[in-house]
């Protein structure tokens, strides 16, 4: 019986087991729901717009979720950004300063001069260390008797 009955509408009486309504109630309720703007509205449609609702809802929940993400990351590039540029900065600014030092070395001490005095270096190194050698085996001793 429940299925039959017209919603918002109380039964006047039943026969048959069927709901019976009154003309004059029938009408009132018809001319509600036209003029509630509610003549096309249906259950189907009511569930369709809870559920649109909820999908908005939800999409408006992403679009802030997104929203504040990509402010995050839009932060962290500036900041990224910054970093890099100081880095840079101060790379440039170490290069500059060891270039410069190399160039006082070289204009403080003559190369083609230093690389003659370690040559002359290495043959006395090799030189003392020959004369160490014969002294061990106790030639030296016997090249300085000769040549006396």
Known sequence: MEEYRIKGLKPAGFERGEAVYWNSDILMNCLLHITQENY?????????????????????????????????????????????????????????????????????????TLERYVVLLERAEKSLSTLADLQQSGKLDKIFSALK
């Open 40 to 112: 096309f509205y249906s259950e189907k449609v009511k569930i369709m717009t809870k559920d649109l609702d909820k999908a908005t809802a939800v999409l408006d929940e992403a679009t802030k979720n997104f929203s504040e993400r990509l402010t995050e990351f839009a932060h962290m590039q500036t900041t990224l950004e910054n970093k890099t540029k100081q880095s840079s900065g101060k790379l440039r600014d170490t290069t500059n300063r060891l270039n410069e030092s190399f160039v006082r070395l070289q204009k403080q001490a003559d190369f083609n």
